[in-house]
């Protein structure tokens, strides 16, 4: 099986602001972004396409030509409760000190860690590995996709923000 990540094009935010699963929308870059974007997948087929429920990545799954993706929750970015939409420089929860210390075990206050986002994304992965597709798209966030590293290359996660997931880049996994 192969499985190609997909992570969205630019959301409309402010640089700087925590947004986690918060639904934005789409920057004006949209349709230029998410022609390189199509460009990448136009000689692919895939068995199944999966996505986030979020506009950000089901607005590049339409765009691509894939207009019944199949939405799962657990394909989402981190929760990051209550610092969604907040400046990181504005936030004054004392938890932020503890998250930046060990943001693989701490969680953002009414949020979730790092670890509880690995462990639904290999939940979702262990189900899709089970039913046997060949090849499979999955439009998603950094979060989910650098939890997918985690999955298949074992690395640890802590190494995880080290590496670079660019808007529209793709990764993918051959099992």
Not at 56 to 67: D, E, I, T
Request: proline content about 4%; hydrophobic content about 40%.
């Amino acid at each position: 099986m192969k499985i190609t990540f997909v992570r969205h094009t630019t959301p409309m935010v402010h640089p700087g602001i925590c947004y986690g699963q918060t639904d934005l929308t789409l920057a004006d870059s949209f349709h230029t972004e998410a022609e390189q974007v199509g460009s990448k997948l136009q000689d692919l087929s895939f068995d199944a396409v999966y996505s986030s429920p979020l506009k950000r990545c089901l607005a590049l799954a339409h765009f691509c030509g894939f207009n019944n993706p199949i939405v799962d929750n657990r394909l989402m970015e981190l929760n990051f409760g209550v610092w969604e939409m907040c400046a990181w420089d504005t936030i004054t929860d004392p938890q932020l000190e503890l998250w930046f210390q060990d943001w693989v075990n701490e969680k953002p206050t009414g949020g979730e860690s790092y670890v509880e986002l690995f462990r639904r994304v290999s939940y979702f992965l262990n189900e899709l590995i089970s039913k046997k597709y060949h090849h499979v798209c999955i439009f998603t966030h950094a979060g989910v996709m650098r939890a997918a590293r985690v999955f298949f290359t074992k690395q640890p996660m802590s190494s995880e923000f080290d590496v670079k997931l660019n808007y529209g880049d793709t990764l993918s996994f051959d099992l």
